[in-house]
Protein backbone atom coordinates (compact mmCIF):
# COMPACT_ATOMS: atom_id res chain seq x y z
CA UNK A 1 0.00 0.00 0.00
CA UNK A 2 1.53 3.53 -1.13
CA UNK A 3 1.40 6.31 1.67
CA UNK A 4 -1.12 8.35 0.32
CA UNK A 5 -3.46 5.42 0.30
CA UNK A 6 -2.43 4.43 3.86
CA UNK A 7 -2.32 8.33 5.08
CA UNK A 8 -6.30 8.42 3.69
CA UNK A 9 -7.28 5.06 5.69
CA UNK A 10 -5.80 6.10 8.78
CA UNK A 11 -7.94 9.41 8.89
CA UNK A 12 -9.80 10.39 12.29
CA UNK A 13 -10.78 13.57 13.45
CA UNK A 14 -9.48 15.90 15.49
CA UNK A 15 -10.46 17.96 17.93
CA UNK A 16 -8.02 18.61 20.46
CA UNK A 17 -5.05 20.50 19.30
CA UNK A 18 -1.56 22.18 20.44
CA UNK A 19 -1.34 25.47 20.84
CA UNK A 20 1.46 26.17 18.41
CA UNK A 21 -0.20 28.19 14.88
CA UNK A 22 0.46 27.11 11.37
CA UNK A 23 2.99 28.64 9.32
CA UNK A 24 2.15 31.19 6.73
CA UNK A 25 4.08 28.37 4.36
CA UNK A 26 2.10 25.49 5.59
CA UNK A 27 -1.37 27.72 5.43
CA UNK A 28 -0.31 28.81 1.50
CA UNK A 29 1.01 24.92 0.57
CA UNK A 30 -2.82 23.69 2.38
CA UNK A 31 -4.50 26.65 -0.28
CA UNK A 32 -2.65 25.40 -3.14
CA UNK A 33 -3.81 22.02 -2.62
CA UNK A 34 -7.00 22.63 -1.95
CA UNK A 35 -6.89 24.58 -5.50
CA UNK A 36 -5.44 21.88 -7.42
CA UNK A 37 -8.91 19.60 -6.88
CA UNK A 38 -11.29 18.72 -9.68
CA UNK A 39 -13.66 21.91 -10.69
CA UNK A 40 -16.29 21.75 -12.71
CA UNK A 41 -15.77 23.60 -16.11
CA UNK A 42 -12.73 25.11 -14.34
CA UNK A 43 -15.21 27.80 -12.32
CA UNK A 44 -13.75 26.91 -9.14
CA UNK A 45 -16.58 28.03 -7.21
CA UNK A 46 -15.60 28.46 -3.94
CA UNK A 47 -13.71 31.34 -1.57
CA UNK A 48 -11.84 30.02 1.36
CA UNK A 49 -11.36 32.21 4.26
CA UNK A 50 -8.51 32.05 6.83
CA UNK A 51 -9.49 33.23 10.33
CA UNK A 52 -6.77 34.64 12.21
CA UNK A 53 -8.35 37.46 14.59
CA UNK A 54 -8.76 35.69 17.87
CA UNK A 55 -11.93 37.69 18.89
CA UNK A 56 -13.67 36.53 15.18
CA UNK A 57 -12.42 32.76 15.74
CA UNK A 58 -14.78 32.99 19.31
CA UNK A 59 -17.26 34.71 17.80
CA UNK A 60 -17.47 31.53 15.36
CA UNK A 61 -16.90 29.07 17.91
CA UNK A 62 -19.95 30.48 20.02
CA UNK A 63 -22.15 29.98 16.61
CA UNK A 64 -20.72 26.36 16.39
CA UNK A 65 -20.69 25.32 20.21
CA UNK A 66 -17.42 23.88 19.44
CA UNK A 67 -14.55 25.01 21.29
CA UNK A 68 -12.23 23.74 18.77
CA UNK A 69 -13.31 26.34 16.51
CA UNK A 70 -11.72 28.50 18.08
CA UNK A 71 -8.69 26.48 19.74
CA UNK A 72 -6.59 25.19 16.77
CA UNK A 73 -3.70 25.91 14.56
CA UNK A 74 -5.49 27.39 11.79
CA UNK A 75 -9.30 27.82 10.92
CA UNK A 76 -10.41 28.01 6.96
CA UNK A 77 -13.99 28.48 6.47
CA UNK A 78 -14.95 27.38 2.63
CA UNK A 79 -17.80 29.30 1.10
CA UNK A 80 -19.28 28.51 -1.98
CA UNK A 81 -18.95 31.81 -4.29
CA UNK A 82 -20.36 32.90 -7.88
CA UNK A 83 -19.79 36.28 -7.05
CA UNK A 84 -16.93 36.21 -8.63
CA UNK A 85 -17.66 35.36 -11.73
CA UNK A 86 -21.27 37.61 -11.84
CA UNK A 87 -19.04 40.42 -11.12
CA UNK A 88 -17.25 39.79 -14.33
CA UNK A 89 -19.98 40.67 -16.42
CA UNK A 90 -21.48 43.54 -17.61
CA UNK A 91 -24.76 44.30 -16.39
CA UNK A 92 -26.68 43.15 -19.36
CA UNK A 93 -24.09 39.80 -19.31
CA UNK A 94 -25.38 39.75 -15.67
CA UNK A 95 -29.06 39.74 -16.82
CA UNK A 96 -28.59 36.87 -19.54
CA UNK A 97 -26.60 34.85 -16.59
CA UNK A 98 -29.00 35.35 -13.58
CA UNK A 99 -31.16 32.06 -14.42
CA UNK A 100 -28.48 29.57 -14.29
CA UNK A 101 -26.78 31.14 -11.66
CA UNK A 102 -29.54 30.88 -9.61
CA UNK A 103 -30.84 27.11 -10.62
CA UNK A 104 -30.24 23.96 -8.74
CA UNK A 105 -27.78 22.74 -10.68
CA UNK A 106 -25.44 25.42 -9.96
CA UNK A 107 -25.93 25.46 -6.37
CA UNK A 108 -24.90 21.81 -6.56
CA UNK A 109 -21.92 22.61 -8.92
CA UNK A 110 -21.00 25.50 -6.00
CA UNK A 111 -20.92 23.15 -3.29
CA UNK A 112 -19.36 20.15 -4.69
CA UNK A 113 -16.52 22.67 -5.97
CA UNK A 114 -16.07 23.45 -2.33
CA UNK A 115 -16.45 20.07 -1.09
CA UNK A 116 -13.44 18.69 -3.28
CA UNK A 117 -10.77 21.36 -2.67
CA UNK A 118 -11.76 20.54 1.19
CA UNK A 119 -10.86 17.22 1.34
CA UNK A 120 -7.60 18.06 -1.03
CA UNK A 121 -6.64 20.05 1.96
CA UNK A 122 -7.12 17.62 3.75
CA UNK A 123 -5.58 15.25 2.59
CA UNK A 124 -2.74 17.59 2.20
CA UNK A 125 -2.53 18.50 5.51
CA UNK A 126 -2.59 14.98 7.20
CA UNK A 127 0.11 14.68 4.81
CA UNK A 128 2.27 17.27 6.77
CA UNK A 129 1.60 15.56 9.94
CA UNK A 130 -1.52 17.98 10.89
CA UNK A 131 -4.88 17.11 12.38
CA UNK A 132 -8.40 18.20 11.10
CA UNK A 133 -12.00 18.79 11.17
CA UNK A 134 -14.66 19.49 9.40
CA UNK A 135 -17.36 21.64 11.02
CA UNK A 136 -20.55 22.06 9.71
CA UNK A 137 -21.83 23.74 12.99
CA UNK A 138 -20.94 26.80 11.58
CA UNK A 139 -24.03 26.60 9.56
CA UNK A 140 -26.20 26.49 13.26
CA UNK A 141 -26.33 30.14 12.65
CA UNK A 142 -25.72 30.62 9.14
CA UNK A 143 -26.57 34.32 8.58
CA UNK A 144 -25.16 35.21 11.48
CA UNK A 145 -21.49 33.55 10.20
CA UNK A 146 -22.46 35.13 6.27
CA UNK A 147 -22.72 38.50 8.30
CA UNK A 148 -19.29 38.63 10.62
CA UNK A 149 -17.80 37.17 7.56
CA UNK A 150 -19.12 39.93 5.41
CA UNK A 151 -19.99 37.83 2.59
CA UNK A 152 -21.58 39.36 -0.27
CA UNK A 153 -24.68 38.14 -2.44
CA UNK A 154 -23.69 34.35 -4.54
CA UNK A 155 -21.27 33.83 -1.72
CA UNK A 156 -22.67 31.19 1.01
CA UNK A 157 -20.50 29.52 4.20
CA UNK A 158 -21.02 25.92 4.09
CA UNK A 159 -18.34 24.88 6.45
CA UNK A 160 -15.37 25.11 8.35
CA UNK A 161 -12.21 23.31 8.68
CA UNK A 162 -10.29 23.05 12.04
CA UNK A 163 -6.55 22.26 11.28
CA UNK A 164 -3.30 21.95 13.55
CA UNK A 165 -0.78 19.92 15.42
CA UNK A 166 -3.08 17.02 16.84
CA UNK A 167 -2.74 17.03 21.08
CA UNK A 168 -5.07 13.58 21.04
CA UNK A 169 -4.99 10.38 18.78
CA UNK A 170 -8.49 8.83 18.93
CA UNK A 171 -8.99 5.35 17.61
CA UNK A 172 -9.89 5.19 14.10
CA UNK A 173 -13.96 4.79 13.67
CA UNK A 174 -15.43 2.37 11.46
CA UNK A 175 -17.29 2.82 7.89
CA UNK A 176 -20.00 1.18 6.78
CA UNK A 177 -19.30 -2.02 4.79
CA UNK A 178 -17.82 -1.88 1.32
CA UNK A 179 -20.30 -4.01 0.09
CA UNK A 180 -23.19 -1.35 1.40
CA UNK A 181 -21.61 1.69 -0.21
CA UNK A 182 -20.36 0.21 -3.62
CA UNK A 183 -22.64 -1.01 -5.27
CA UNK A 184 -22.44 -3.08 -9.30
CA UNK A 185 -24.92 -1.92 -11.92
CA UNK A 186 -27.38 -1.30 -9.92
CA UNK A 187 -29.00 -0.31 -6.53
CA UNK A 188 -29.25 -3.09 -3.91
CA UNK A 189 -32.45 -3.40 -2.23
CA UNK A 190 -32.84 -3.05 1.18
CA UNK A 191 -33.11 -6.62 2.59
CA UNK A 192 -29.23 -7.37 1.03
CA UNK A 193 -27.79 -4.58 2.52
CA UNK A 194 -30.08 -5.06 5.91
CA UNK A 195 -28.04 -7.96 7.40
CA UNK A 196 -25.02 -6.02 6.90
CA UNK A 197 -26.07 -2.56 8.26
CA UNK A 198 -27.03 -5.00 11.48
CA UNK A 199 -23.53 -6.27 11.95
CA UNK A 200 -22.24 -2.77 11.64
CA UNK A 201 -24.48 -1.61 14.19
CA UNK A 202 -23.11 -4.17 16.49
CA UNK A 203 -19.46 -3.49 15.60
CA UNK A 204 -20.03 -0.01 16.43
CA UNK A 205 -21.39 -0.62 19.86
CA UNK A 206 -17.83 -2.60 20.72
CA UNK A 207 -16.37 0.73 19.27
CA UNK A 208 -18.09 3.28 21.24
CA UNK A 209 -18.19 1.20 24.27
CA UNK A 210 -13.98 0.35 24.12
CA UNK A 211 -12.72 3.60 22.81
CA UNK A 212 -10.48 5.51 25.42
CA UNK A 213 -12.96 8.68 25.28
CA UNK A 214 -16.32 9.58 25.23
CA UNK A 215 -17.78 5.81 25.95
CA UNK A 216 -21.48 5.14 25.29
CA UNK A 217 -23.66 2.35 23.89
CA UNK A 218 -25.03 3.35 20.65
CA UNK A 219 -25.89 1.94 17.58
CA UNK A 220 -25.41 3.51 13.62
CA UNK A 221 -28.93 3.25 12.94
CA UNK A 222 -30.20 4.66 16.33
CA UNK A 223 -27.90 7.81 15.62
CA UNK A 224 -29.41 8.29 11.85
CA UNK A 225 -33.05 7.71 13.60
CA UNK A 226 -32.43 10.22 16.03
CA UNK A 227 -30.78 12.98 13.42
CA UNK A 228 -33.46 12.95 10.63
CA UNK A 229 -36.60 13.00 13.61
CA UNK A 230 -35.15 16.24 15.02
CA UNK A 231 -35.02 18.94 11.91
CA UNK A 232 -32.00 21.44 12.33
CA UNK A 233 -30.63 24.45 10.52
CA UNK A 234 -34.27 25.12 8.59
CA UNK A 235 -33.52 28.55 8.20
CA UNK A 236 -30.72 27.71 5.32
CA UNK A 237 -33.41 27.43 2.84
CA UNK A 238 -34.50 30.88 2.98
CA UNK A 239 -31.06 32.33 3.39
CA UNK A 240 -29.50 30.34 0.40
CA UNK A 241 -32.74 31.77 -1.71
CA UNK A 242 -32.11 35.61 -0.18
CA UNK A 243 -28.12 34.66 -1.76
CA UNK A 244 -29.24 34.36 -5.12
CA UNK A 245 -28.90 30.35 -5.05
CA UNK A 246 -31.33 27.74 -5.47
CA UNK A 247 -34.13 29.75 -6.71
CA UNK A 248 -34.81 27.70 -10.08
Not at 98 to 117: H, K, N, P, R
Not at 136 to 148: A, C, H, K
Request: charged share 25%.
Amino acid sequence: MNYTVENILNHRSIRKFKAEKLTKDQIHTIVKAAQQASTSSHVMAYTIIGITDENLKAELSAVSGQPYVKDNGHLFVFCGDLNRVYQQASREEQLQMQESMESTEQFIVTTIDAALAAQNASIAAESMGLGICFIGSLRNDITQVSNLLGLPERVIPLFGLAVGYPDQQPEIKPRLPLEVIYHVNEYKNEEKQQTLITDFDDQLTSYYQNRSNNTRKDTWTKQMIRKYSHPIRMDVKPFIKDKKFNNR
